[in-house]
């Protein structure tokens, strides 16, 4: 037997005196109660696994990794510090004070990836659909919170049925602050979006804020309003996946950016991505080594243009001779395919890539491409990632249906963008280059910092035949050959104004150089503009024509 403290109450005031006993412990009795902490704890951490443990062979069997095994799969590993395990909700009605597991449905923390800090939450759909409840959305946004506190990307793994029904309008009001910290993060740090399961209703808004989106195929949909809602309203019969899934959302939507078979392949492509971005606005994205010799020219690039003007080539082939190792990792590679975007290197840096796929509808540009590259640029903008303009463009598509779609609102996207942009700009004009559809590809004018063109370029206000034909109307009509005076004034045409030399000597060009040259000015140009600093116009924010 030993005393616990000292001191007892003498009766004259309530102050403890020195030297008398006031409570006597049993040293057994004093031990358990020491231990009693530590086996709460241990029981709680013992609970925690085998919720953990259960939601995993839940997701096996839908032929899904668990909450915690795609975080696992993302991170280094063990990297990963979880934040608020043993969060509950408070919500009591029908029966839910009856079933409060720890974490509520989703985890977060912070991991790394390649050694930088991310933040991430990962949805459990095994917890109530992966419902989002009060303590859910308490959870989400604060990592979000943390992640704008300490600048690193934030990545969020979506798997849930929507709002929790049974908490009412603070499943909706929880909704709301996720939304509001998207745009609170926008263009402050990247945010990264994975649909690994369903996301229906207000749940699709969060991710479309984003700036990328990951869908695996044959497991992820996103929608607003499901099958069962559409066929009961229009009488439509639509499948889940044919619906929101992955293939829908990367080749037809354009809502998602990157679609994978599996999501072990998903979760190896979101590091890829993670590896050329910066951890937010004020850091730069990392920069790798390359070789001595990584600035020599390129002759293979000397015979990519076809000799006949209207022949298609692949802008890929261009792309990825001229960045590091040819490794280029295209955005939304299925979806308005004739514009390609992407990330790169060059001289060891991250770039920005836009470029007219001739492939596909000869390089034009229409609703869709327009609106994908805008937005691709403004994401460069936004983290201050260079951009690289390859330039084949004959011009806007034309037709009813883009008139009637609203194609000069959505080409407007692509020229505010591009002229917003105080990022480095590098254009490089490879063949055509034609009208307004040229002056919205990064042209001079708009402020491009250094624009290049191949002697295969022609840069216009439209293609030779049609210029002809719109300025020699009667003169062709009156000839005693019209066919050959027509291709006599064509012939004259192209050697006066589609080249690139006319638009040289006027300044709207910096240099014609061989296309073997183009990566080795292309370094020098970037070199050049590391340090570039480019004052705007005070204001709140103008306005996009969305």
Not at 57 to 81: H, M, Y
Not at 139 to 161: E, F, H, T, Y
Not at 207 to 229: C, H, K, L
Not at 230 to 249: F, N, P, Q, S, Y
């Given at each position: 037997m030993r005393y616990a403290m000292s001191g007892a109450n003498t009766g004259r005031d309530d102050r403890l005196v020195r030297g008398n006993a006031l409570l006597a412990i049993d040293e057994k009795n004093e031990q358990a109660a020491a231990e009693l902490?530590?086996?709460?704890?241990?029981?709680?951490?013992?609970?925690?696994?085998?919720?953990?443990?259960?939601?995993?062979?839940?997701?096996?069997?839908?032929?899904?990794?668990?909450?915690?095994?795609?975080?696992?799969?993302?991170?280094?590993?063990?990297?990963?510090?979880?934040?608020?395990?043993?969060?509950?909700?408070?919500?009591?009605?029908?029966?839910?004070?009856?079933?409060?597991?720890?974490?509520?449905?989703?985890?977060?923390?912070?991991?790394?990836?390649?050694?930088?800090?991310?933040?991430?939450?990962?949805?459990?759909?095994?917890?109530?659909?992966?419902?989002?409840?009060?303590?859910?959305?308490?959870?989400?946004?604060?990592?979000?919170?943390?992640?704008?506190?300490?600048?690193?990307?934030?990545?969020?793994?979506?798997?849930?049925?929507?709002?929790?029904?049974?908490?009412?309008?603070?499943?909706?009001?929880?909704?709301?602050?996720?939304?509001?910290?998207?745009?609170?993060?926008?263009?402050?740090?990247?945010?990264?979006?994975?649909?690994?399961?369903?996301?229906?209703?207000?749940?699709?808004?969060?991710?479309?804020?984003?700036?990328?989106?990951?869908?695996?195929?044959?497991?992820?949909?996103?929608?607003?309003?499901?099958?069962?809602?559409?066929?009961?309203?229009?009488?439509?019969?639509?499948?889940?996946?044919?619906?929101?899934?992955?293939?829908?959302?990367?080749?037809?939507?354009?809502?998602?950016?990157?679609?994978?078979?599996?999501?072990?392949?998903?979760?190896?492509?979101?590091?890829?991505?993670?590896?050329?971005?910066?951890?937010?606005?004020?850091?730069?994205?990392?920069?790798?080594?390359?070789?001595?010799?990584?600035?020599?020219?390129?002759?293979?690039?000397?015979?990519?243009?076809?000799?006949?003007a209207n022949q298609p080539y692949d802008m890929h082939d261009v792309i990825s001779l001229i960045v590091d190792d040819g490794e280029f990792l295209e955005v939304q590679p299925l979806w308005a395919q004739n514009i390609i975007i992407g990330l790169g290197r060059i001289g060891g840096r991250t770039i920005g890539v836009v470029a007219n796929q001739p492939k596909v509808l000869a390089g034009t540009l229409d609703i869709d491409a327009s609106s994908k590259a805008a937005r691709f640029v403004r994401f460069c903008d936004a983290f201050n990632i260079p951009l690289v303009t390859f330039v084949d463009v004959p011009g806007f598509l034309p037709g009813v249906e883009q008139e009637y779609g609203g194609i000069i609102r959505h080409g407007s996207k692509l020229l505010y963008a591009y002229c917003e942009a105080t990022v480095p700009k590098l254009t490089v004009i490879t063949r055509k280059a034609y009208g307004g559809a040229y002056v919205v590809m990064s042209s001079r004018s708009i402020r491009s910092d250094v624009s290049l063109a191949w002697p295969s370029a022609e840069i216009a206000v439209m293609g030779s035949d049609a210029a002809v034909r719109l300025i020699f109307r009667r003169d062709i009509a009156g000839a005693d050959d019209p066919n050959l005076r027509e291709r006599e004034l064509i012939d004259e045409y192209k050697d006066l104004f589609a080249t690139p030399y006319q638009a040289a000597g006027r300044g709207h060009i910096e240099a014609v150089i061989h296309p073997r040259e183009t990566r080795r000015r292309l370094i020098q140009s970037l070199e050049m503009l590391r340090h570039k600093r480019e004052e705007r116009p005070a204001r709140k924010h103008g306005n996009i024509p969305l």
């Open positions: 902490p530590a086996e709460h704890f241990a029981r709680r951490l013992a609970q925690l696994e085998e919720e953990s443990q259960a939601a995993s062979e839940k997701q096996s069997d839908r032929g899904k990794l668990s909450a915690r095994e795609r975080i696992e799969k993302l991170v280094d590993p063990g990297s990963f510090l979880e934040l608020d395990a043993f969060v509950q909700h408070r919500a009591t009605f029908s029966g839910m004070d009856a079933r409060r597991p720890y974490g509520d449905g989703v985890i977060t923390g912070i991991g790394r990836v390649d050694g930088r800090e991310v933040a991430i939450f990962s949805q459990d759909f095994t917890v109530f659909g992966g419902s989002l409840g009060e303590a859910f959305a308490n959870k989400m946004v604060k990592i979000m919170d943390l992640a704008l506190k300490i600048g690193c990307p934030i990545v969020g793994i979506n798997d849930s049925a929507g709002a929790r029904i049974q908490e009412g309008v603070e499943g909706l009001a929880g909704y709301g602050e996720v939304f509001w910290r998207n745009v609170q993060a926008s263009g402050v740090v990247p945010q990264i979006s994975i649909i690994a399961g369903p996301c229906a209703g207000g749940a699709v808004y969060s991710p479309a804020m984003t700036d990328f989106v990951f869908m695996v195929e044959g497991i992820s949909q996103m929608f607003i309003t499901g099958p069962d809602v559409i066929k009961t309203v229009t009488g439509e019969d639509v499948t889940h996946e044919e619906l929101g899934g992955a293939i829908t959302h990367n080749s037809v939507s354009g809502v998602a950016h990157f679609a994978s078979p599996t999501e072990d392949e998903m979760f190896d492509h979101v590091r890829d991505l993670l590896a050329f971005l910066p951890s937010n606005n004020v850091d730069d994205a990392p920069v790798y080594e390359v070789a001595e010799d990584s600035d020599v020219e390129i002759p293979e690039l000397d015979a990519i243009i076809p000799p006949n």
